[in-house]
T-cell receptor, first 114, second 113 residues
Framework: GESVGLHLPTLSVQEGDNSIINCAYSNSASDYFIWYKQESGKGPQFIIDIRSNMDKRQGQRVTVLLNKTVKHLSLQIAATQPGDSAVYFCAENFSGAGSYQLTFGKGTKLSVIP | KAGVTQTPRYLIKTRGQQVTLSCSPISGHRSVSWYQQTPGQGLQFLFEYFSETQRNKGNFPGRFSGRQFSNSRSEMNVSTLELGDSALYLC????????????FGQGTRLTVV
């Protein structure tokens, strides 16, 4: 789909395995982070968010880890399923800017092997 | 609860024409932001509106403009279309502050020929 860049990093995992998708963010002042999943032909779908006063947050089958020291985010998906195949984006926002402007990473394509 | 609705889903326009895209946010959401998505540049911020005021604008030429109405619905306009404007245009809505989830619509696929 159009969400995939020409040189998008790709992660291939076996169905049932755990997936870890990494992201480096750019602004040390960013205080809010979101992971999105985008399937071909669709808009980004919210997965999970985390505020900068936390270093870990868990959802259903997903966990986000935040390391502010090295400006790194990761998304862990447990027991990966074929329906998890998509492009995953991290996004950051600095709420102190007085507006809502998400800065997105380049994305990672996750392929689940049945 | 209805999600973010963007219309139309697909558009084909000729170079030099102008186009208007529409976005209806989730009920109660007052912040609406627009993004352009292309294979080469990824997702890039266009502008954000809150209470009918543009609060921030990305690094796009003045041909790209927008507005927000009192019911929070938003439109964006692109004038004098260029081939490079072909992209998926996405709208996102959020409740109020910068630490709330932003939800996206399906997007409008614009093709300029």
């Amino acid at each position: 789909g159009e969400s995939v860049g020409l040189h998008l990093p790709t992660l291939s995992v076996q169905e049932g395995d755990n997936s870890i998708i990494n992201c480096a963010y750019s602004n040390s002042a960013s205080d809010y982070f979101i992971w999105y999943k985008q399937e071909s032909g669709k808009g980004p779908q919210f997965i999970i968010d985390i505020r900068s006063n936390m270093d870990k947050r868990q959802g259903q089958r997903v966990t986000v880890l935040l390391n502010k020291t090295v400006k790194h985010l990761s998304l862990q998906i447990a027991a990966t399923q074929p329906g998890d195949s998509a492009v995953y984006f991290c996004a950051e926002n600095f709420s102190g800017a007085g507006s809502y402007q998400l800065t997105f990473g380049k994305g990672t394509k996750l392929s689940v092997i049945p | 609860k209805a999600g973010v609705t963007q219309t139309p889903r697909y558009l084909i326009k000729t170079r030099g024409q102008q186009v208007t895209l529409s976005c209806s946010p989730i009920s109660g959401h007052r912040s609406v932001s627009w993004y352009q998505q292309t294979p080469g540049q990824g997702l890039q911020f266009l502008f954000e509106y809150f209470s009918e005021t543009q609060r921030n604008k990305g690094n796009f030429p003045g041909r790209f403009s927008g507005r927000q109405f009192s019911n929070s619905r938003s439109e964006m306009n692109v004038s004098t279309l260029e081939l490079g404007d072909s992209a998926l245009y996405l709208c996102a809505s959020s409740f109020v502050t910068g630490q709330n989830e932003a939800f996206f619509g399906q997007g409008t696929r614009l093709t300029v020929v």
